[in-house]
């Protein structure tokens, strides 16, 4: 009887292809907008998400394709003309994400193409974890065979690496494959062992072999195609997205410049800084030589164990400054649900600076670091560039803006984007900036440091996914044009390229920043909306494109085909 349970549950499995839910009663329920609909995507997005885990799978792919091709059928069904202009902002955004993610699939398709005929085992070893799944029966005997067959083609490929070709970044993607598929495997002989005394018997020693191949497969992908020597955790290789996966993101982001163009944006950002950060640094007696300026206020640090203290003062000035001047308003809870904790040794090497929003997570030395360690980071976490960042990262910025995301429109949580989050937090430092809250010029070369830090990480980033720039020539970059310490620039290329951050997160900052400024001169500066709700109102349309955020302000025509293009950037 179980076997006939189990082989209906698996033929029914297999029969099943996604259907989007009758539209009619998700309209009815939110008439003149999607919320409803929006909301049940992301739910059922979620749960095929977790029944379709197996890696570089034919099957995932064609029912994550399936997925989002429905719900564009759906979506042209919904009579855009009855909507209200937040309705149809929900509308033309949905539109955008479907069409992005149906790309970005084909994208990741290809990525997988080029790096497949290093891994030629992944699909028989995906196909056993989806027929587990399925809760197909299993014969042990034949698995253990397969097994077997399976750990002698891995030792075979190893043996024969010399021979094998592909770039470093190629061949550093396959060992983290490789490295994956291993895990899969893992979570397919974890489900049998034990639970079937016949599998343990036949499959424990055959599974042993072969997870040890694996194991030796992906370190010798790295170490010998990669060429990352054994027990380095300093090199950063990254792997370079390329033009088109760019283009992709950025008309997702309804961003209408190209990534050349966003170079050249940052390029002249950054030369006014450095206008300033010279200016700053004749104030100090520095003459022009901004760097020994900047080497001056790196030495302005508190002792070890004083961080934290310095932090949360910094915070509740800030959190003063914007409610005294009327700049936007902050819920009770806001002001103080907020907490700090420290940053680990562990992290700090991908995250060299303090992290905010509900949680402000401290970056300072511990006695596991080295003198050289302690050093950096004391100097990069310096008093002023430590005051330049806090608002940034908790009122007004991150905490305040996640705050209120959970109580506004949180449906929309499905489109959030960098290009409003890390660009809000960054635009408050533009506001401060020009309201003369840096009152001496150490204050002033602390956020004039960052905002250098934000234009160079869209030169550093674009130029790495257009493979324009190593790496380790991204480091340089930030040491030479910045003024990083070493190890604080090599943790944030780290950060860049060896976590995962989608390859335009880091340009979002000046960006986002730089559309909510040029917003707030169309509203604010020309006397149309008051400053406070100005900012109140960005914070209850929730954390969308900046671009649709101006739709709404401006009750622009909006038609399925979508919104103007918005060439915001002006210098």
Known sequence: MRILALGFFASLLA?????TPDIIPLLASSPGDLRDVLTTYARDRVNLGRLYDGPFSGKRAAAIRGFYEAWQGTLGRIPFEKLDQNGKVDYLLFQSSLRYELRQQSLQEARWREIEPLLPFAAEIVSMYEARQRAEDLDPAKAATALARLDKQVRDLTAKMGEAKAKRTSANR??????????????????????DPMFTWWAAAPYKALDKSLETYSTQLREKLAGVKPAD?????GDPVGRDSLMNDLTSELIPYTPEELVQIAEKEFAWCLAEMKRASRDLGYGEEWKKALEHVKTLYVPPGKQVALVRDLANEAMRYVEDNKLVSVPQLAKFGWRVQM??????????????GEVLSVSYPTSTMTHEQKMMSMRGNNIHFSRATVFHEVIPGHHLQLFMNQRYRPYRSVFN?????EGWALYWEMVLWDRGFPKTPENRIGMLFWRMHRCARIIFSLSFHLEKMTAKECVDFLVERVGHEYENAAAEVRRSFETSYEPLYQSAYMLGALQFRSLRKELVDSG?????????????????PVTMVRATFLNQPLTRDGVAAWRYYER
């Open 233 to 237: 955790r300093d090199t950063i290789l």
């Open 174 to 195: 396959a060992s983290a494959a490789a490295t994956q598929i291993r895990s899969t495997l893992k979570r397919w002989f974890e489900f049998y062992n034990e639970y």
């Open 417 to 421: 984007t960098p290009f409003s989050i």
């Open 528 to 544: 149309k909306m008051p400053e406070r709700d100005f900012h109140d109102a960005i914070l209850r349309l929730n954390s969308i």
């Open 343 to 356: 940053m680990t040794p562990e992290r700090q090497r991908v995250n060299p600076f303090f992290t905010g």
């Open 15 to 19: 029969a099943q292809t996604y259907q």
